[in-house]
Nanobody, 123 residues
Framework: QVQLRESGGGLVQAGGSLRLSCVAS????????LAWFRQAPGKEREFVALVSGNGRFTYYPDSVKDRFTISRDNAKNTVSLQMNTLKPEDTAVYYCAADRDSIASRPQAYEYWGQGTQVTVSS
């Protein structure tokens, strides 16, 4: 059983930056693909970024590519999401997710989830 806990959300003006972190406990951390998703009110959960177990493969949707960077530290069981040039449409609850069996951008593929952290970008 893997437990995930996010931190780092908050309120920021458009064009600003935030760094989200997620700490994992339980399981063998390096075995898990880690991902960030987000969900705005009234919208479906949306894929934001993923990183493979060894950290060598990352993937982003076009909506955040070149603005967001995912990274992991397997020694500290953490995954981070550096978000730059934030836009009001980035406002959402951001979730950390982990899965052992796949590298996927579908939320249904992920078995473990954190509670989420709110990111609000004002215009």
């Amino acid at each position: 059983q893997v437990q995930l806990r996010e931190s780092g959300g908050g309120l920021v003006q458009a064009g600003g930056s935030l760094r989200l972190s997620c700490v994992a406990s339980g399981g063998t951390f390096v075995s898990y693909t880690l991902a960030w998703f987000r969900q705005a009110p009234g919208k479906e959960r949306e894929f934001v970024a993923l990183v493979s177990g060894n950290g060598r493969f990352t993937y982003y949707p076009d909506s955040v590519k070149d603005r967001f960077t995912i990274s992991r530290d397997n020694a500290k069981n953490t995954v981070s999401l550096q978000m730059n040039t934030l836009k009001p449409e980035d406002t959402a609850v951001y979730y950390c997710a982990a899965d052992r069996d796949s590298i996927a951008s579908r939320p249904q593929a992920y078995e473990y989830w954190g509670q989420g952290t709110q990111v609000t970008v004002s215009s």
